[in-house]
């Protein structure tokens, strides 16, 4: 079934379109959830939350990229899952390095506190369209599916090093890159 046509069984509201959904997103979305909440349970909980989340949303939402919208959703409500369960300190140790790695970046960590969240995800979405395609992808599956340095570089067929040198340089000009738009 393609995501067009997913997306028509949610505005028809026809309960199908969950069934379709968990069968060609589900594993991912497990385990997308999985890596942030690190429980099997949790995140099983997570991706039904999820569900229920894009439920509500399509419609009035058309996503043009279904996968990506259904990923965000499934990330945000693992990471509230976290900080609502006050687990944020026991979370997953690949959340933990990634999101240090990222306020590495600021040099502190509120951010936010000179911009609001979406014009700052607006310039991180701007700023990794300046990357190269694998290094774009590889700063993705860091930072936001949270995946660990090796299983990157076995997805990418590189070395994990590779991995980290690619992260490390991609984080230097991202902050360059916040600076000069005056984020930082």
Same mark, same amino acid.
């Given at each position: 079934?393609?995501?067009?046509?997913?997306?028509?069984?949610? =505005?028809?509201? %026809?309960?199908?379109? !969950?069934?379709?959904?968990?069968?060609?997103?589900?594993? +991912?979305?497990?385990?997308? $959830?999985? #890596?942030?909440? %690190?429980?099997?349970?949790?995140?099983?909980?997570?991706? %039904?939350?999820?569900? =229920?989340?894009?439920?509500?949303? !399509?419609?009035?939402?058309?996503?043009?990229? =279904?996968? @990506? /919208?259904?990923?965000?959703?499934?990330?945000?409500? $693992?990471?509230?899952?976290?900080? &609502?369960? +006050? @687990?944020?300190?026991?979370?997953?140790?690949?959340? #933990?390095?990634?999101?240090?790695?990222?306020?590495?970046?600021? +040099?502190?960590?509120?951010?936010?506190? *000179?911009?609001?969240?979406?014009?700052?995800?607006?310039?991180?979405? &701007? /700023?990794? #369209?300046?990357?190269?395609?694998?290094?774009?992808?590889? =700063?993705?599956?860091?930072? /936001?599916? /949270?995946?660990? #340095? *090796?299983?990157?570089?076995?997805?990418?067929?590189?070395?994990?090093?590779?991995?980290?040198?690619?992260?490390?340089?991609?984080?230097?000009?991202?902050?360059?890159?916040?600076?000069?738009? +005056?984020?930082?």
């Amino acid at each position: 079934m393609t995501d067009e046509e997913l997306i028509a069984l949610y =505005f028809d509201r %026809n309960e199908e379109a !969950i069934r379709q959904t968990d069968r060609q997103y589900g594993a +991912g979305c497990r385990a997308l $959830s999985c #890596r942030i909440v %690190n429980s099997r349970e949790d995140a099983e909980e997570c991706v %039904n939350d999820s569900y =229920f989340t894009l439920w509500q949303q !399509i419609p009035p939402k058309r996503p043009q990229l =279904f996968a @990506a /919208f259904l990923h965000k959703i499934v990330r945000n409500v $693992s990471l509230d899952k976290l900080r &609502r369960d +006050g @687990a944020w300190k026991r979370g997953g140790r690949v959340v #933990r390095v990634a999101l240090d790695e990222l306020i590495q970046v600021a +040099g502190y960590e509120d951010v936010e506190s *000179s911009a609001t969240a979406s014009e700052l995800g607006a310039a991180v979405d &701007r /700023f990794l #369209r300046t990357l190269p395609q694998r290094q774009c992808n590889v =700063f993705l599956r860091r930072y /936001f599916y /949270f995946e660990d #340095r *090796s299983e990157i570089a076995h997805r990418y067929d590189i070395s994990p090093q590779t991995v980290s040198v690619e992260l490390s340089r991609a984080r230097k000009k991202l902050r360059t890159y916040l600076t000069q738009e +005056g984020y930082l």
